[in-house]
């Protein structure tokens, strides 16, 4: 089966720094793959997904970028805030040939992000 | 639209005892995931059902299981349960496309 592996396992940086998430998965099928931010207490909130037809996406401080020959995928975020404390977790799926998207997502472990005012 | 709910929001169940946990998915959505959250495994896929069918199946034992309701609404039951059932439950609602919207998940105590 697909297996994610994520890095750093924790991560500290100073407000208005940059910070960087990578992943990789195992299974050349997967074709989805979402990051999702979970602050404390709370859910798992999705904040950006890529596509493999795609090699990056941006939406204002957040891209993600896509190497499926390397089969990696990172999280960008710059000018980082408080507010980003959190963490994050990168996750890979498979939809089918035929294009149904089916709800199985393989997460990574997780990255714990401190950003210090 | 309102979002995805789930219930109870916290349990305390001992060992041997069974539970039973409901999700309710974003109205039009026929897609629920659930998953298993503890500090130790991270998220791990339960099972996935899709108009009232299970899709996927994630390695859990047997004692997991769960079914699918005609309004999508689904649940999942955990028999005799173990310590190490401890854990945040999560379900995840999802539409046509492959976005997954996670509920607030039920927070299980076993002693």
């Known amino acids: 089966g697909e297996n994610v592996e994520q890095h750093p396992s924790t991560l500290s940086v100073q407000e208005g720094d940059s910070a960087v998430i990578k992943c990789t998965y195992s299974?050349?099928?997967?074709?989805?793959f979402p990051w999702y931010k979970q602050e404390l207490g709370k859910r798992p909130q999705l904040i950006i997904d890529i596509r493999s037809n795609v090699g990056e996406k941006k939406d204002q401080r957040i891209a993600v970028t896509l190497n499926k020959t390397a089969k990696h995928f990172s999280l960008h975020i710059t000018e980082t805030q408080p507010e980003d404390s959190a963490v994050y977790f990168c996750?890979?799926?498979?939809?089918?040939?035929?294009?149904?998207?089916?709800?199985?997502?393989?997460f990574g472990q997780g990255t714990i992000l401190t950003v210090h005012p | 639209k309102a979002g995805v709910t789930q219930t109870p929001r916290y349990l305390i169940k001992t060992r041997g005892q069974q539970v039973t946990l409901s999700c309710s998915p974003i109205s039009g959505h026929r897609s629920v995931s659930w998953y298993q959250q503890t500090p130790g495994q991270g998220l791990q896929f339960l099972f996935e059902y899709f108009s009232e069918t299970q899709r996927n199946k994630g390695n859990f034992p047997g004692r997991f299981s769960g079914r699918q309701f005609s309004n999508s609404r689904s649940e999942m039951n955990v028999s005799t349960l173990e310590l190490g059932d401890s854990a945040l439950y999560l379900c995840?609602?999802?539409?046509?496309?492959?976005?997954?919207?996670f509920g607030p998940g039920t927070r299980l105590l076993v002693l």
């Open positions: 996750a890979a799926s498979i939809s089918s040939a035929g294009g149904t998207s089916y709800g199985k997502l393989t």
């Open positions: 299974d050349s099928a997967s074709n989805y």
């Open positions: 995840a609602s999802k539409g046509p496309l492959e976005t997954q919207y």
